[in-house]
């Protein structure tokens, strides 16, 4: 199994950009599609972006899209978040997550889905 670890949150006013690193160990970062969810107390687990094994495929949530990038590295077993023009409501725990299953495509955006969850770093956006 893969152990995630991530890193590169922090408080940001709004508007300025912030890069999110998951590092992955235990297991190489290929062999997993990956995503990104945030979670504010209280709520549910909301999907940020997600991306396929080989980068072929990727997919934003439509409250961030035009705002962020998903990539990866799987030479370096490195998942990245560029997250630019931040707002308040942006404000969450980040966590990024792997998943082994098929049918990527139809389910990407369920937390459920994914097996393997890192412990989160703090976003907080101020206005």
């Known amino acids: 199994q893969v152990q995630l670890v991530e890193s590169g949150g922090g408080m940001v006013q709004a508007g300025n950009s912030l890069r999110l690193s998951c590092a992955a160990s235990?297991?190489?970062?290929?062999?997993?599609?990956m995503g990104w969810f945030r979670q504010v107390p209280g709520r549910e687990r909301e999907f940020v972006a997600a991306?396929?094994?080989?980068?072929?495929?990727?997919y934003y949530a439509d409250s961030m899209k035009g705002r962020i990038t998903i990539s990866r590295d799987n030479a370096k077993n490195m998942l990245y978040l560029q997250m630019n023009s931040l707002k308040p409501e942006d404000t969450a725990v980040y966590s990024c997550?792997?998943?082994?299953?098929?049918?990527?495509?139809?389910?990407?955006?369920?937390?459920?889905?994914?097996?393997?969850w890192g412990q989160g770093t703090q976003v907080t956006v101020s206005s």
């Open positions: 997550a792997a998943r082994s299953l098929t049918a990527f495509w139809l389910d990407y955006k369920v937390a459920s889905k994914y097996a393997y």
């Open positions: 235990g297991r190489t970062l290929s062999t997993y599609d």
């Open positions: 991306i396929g094994r080989n980068s072929g495929y990727r």
